[in-house]
């Protein structure tokens, strides 16, 4: 497992090291301490950062983009998220059938070598702790990156389902709106968390997905949003 002290943390995740230190102090982030020092296993914080993205300021997220501009160009979700890759609504009223058709969508983007993998590596990051946030909106996604067998490069996918389904929300909260994100790197992985995170915190953004008519509409509504993000 690939771990990080807490200076390489800082530069990460483009956080100041010594709020870092008191996080992992507080037992806030997760961390062990190796002699006498802290250590921050990727994985896990890549983990953490999924589930508190509702959390984190405009800045905060804007910095771990900042951090990671490589790869790919922007506008980053104009580059990931193909049309083809949009379903309103996503034929799926459970949490396994969600997963499914994600995936399916994003076999539109020809990116996808192995469903099953993929599919798998959704299941077991659901496994560890749902993916959905307060909203009803949920970031299925492997906890780590895909290899060269999965999938060919990385792809977006969104999809509205009819009805709100129980996906492991907040407090029982159902789950309507799903973005798949799978990436190759690290890198564009946290670079498209947080700018969904950011999106996800724009005033009325998700008020407009549920009221898109259909697929084109959503896709535009998704763009234009970015769009218009500072920064």
Known sequence: METMDVEQLAGYL??????????????VLPARKVNGEWRFAKAEI?????TRLHEMTHAELTGIEDAHTLDVPEPLLANLLRPECVAVPLAASTRPSVLRELVRLAEASYLVYDEDALRTALQQREDMASTAL????????????AGPGVLGDCVVAFGRTGR?????????????????????????????LARLGRLIQTEGFLDQLREAEDAATTHAI??????????
């Open 164 to 192: 709100g389904i129980g996906y492991g929300g907040p407090r029982g909260e159902l789950t309507d709106l799903f973005f798949l994100v799978a990436c190759t790197n690290d890198r564009t992985h946290l670079r498209v």
């Open 14 to 27: 483009s956080r100041d090291a010594r709020e870092l230190g008191k996080l992992a102090s507080r037992g």
């Open 46 to 50: 890549h983990h953490w950062l999924s």
């Open 134 to 145: 307060p909203g009803g909106v949920a970031i299925p996604h492997p906890h780590r990156p």
């Open 222 to 231: 998704i763009l234009e949003a970015e769009a218009r993000l500072p920064g």
